[in-house]
């Protein structure tokens, strides 16, 4: 499964690197060009990344992923979606995730890093689509893009390469004033939570012994993560992508309270109601 998915990113992708603040604010954008190219025998993908700073010079950077995969510790789903990150949380040393959710032409990749692994330190959103294709990026995200009654299915990969049995979710997201509540039903789990709404992209789940904060950004993005990450607390993070107004996609990494990664979940949820 995992060099299936590494095949579904093959292609000429073009697109950008933005560079966003802790509080989602653009600081820099910059055009880049990623190949992912498969050797005559099959066996072999060649990823070059370019990218094109304003005024200064090409930046490139090559790897080479052999078959049959980067192994368990970048996780591919079938689909090509996939993630990699730190394995270990440690309160001294830098902490980050990249996620990578694609759709047909289209991919959103998001980096997450946090300074000595506590408090975010910035954000990294990358919108791409194939060379040649006529694929669009989705509009920003916004708070009421969430709201309404979600089923969906997840699939979670653990670093030893096994995959738990795909799970049925229905999650239902509601507006209570100046607040935003919301119903998962996970298999056989129900979770309630709560978050402040901050205008129209910021959502602060303030409850709970690690609170999070959820920022709506461009291209039908989302970031979730602890506001700081506390010690003996197991923690997620997470990006989601509104591919299109009722279709979703979402990856979320999660840590144990050792501050381990146990596992990567894929999330796939339409919109049925609101």
Partial sequence: MQWQ????????????FTELSPQGSQLQDTPSEVTLSLSADEKTVDFVLKRFPIAADPQEMT???H???????????????????????????QFGSEFAL???????RLVQLFRQGTDLTSLTLIR????????QASPPLTVGDLFGTWVGEATTLYPDGRMASPTQTHLQVQQAGDRLSQTLQF?????HSSARIEGSSTLHFDE??????LLC????????????IQPRTPFIVEAGWLVEPTYRKRLLRSYCDRGEWVSITLVTERKIEG
């Fill in 5 to 16: 998915g590494l095949l579904n990113n093959l292609g000429i992708w073009q697109g950008s």
């Fill in 63 to 65: 790897l080479q992923f």
């Fill in 67 to 93: 078959y049959p995969g980067p192994g368990a510790k970048v996780p591919f789903f079938e689909d090509g979606c996939f993630s990699q990150g730190s394995l270990q949380w440690s309160a001294w040393g």
């Fill in 102 to 108: 694609i759709e047909g032409d289209r991919r959103l």
């Fill in 128 to 135: 791409e689509h194939r060379a040649g294709s006529s694929a």
């Fill in 187 to 191: 298999g056989a789990q129900t979770l």
């Fill in 208 to 213: 709970g012994t690690q609170p999070m904060q």
């Fill in 217 to 228: 950004l461009p291209g039908g993005a989302s970031s979730l993560c602890p506001v700081q």
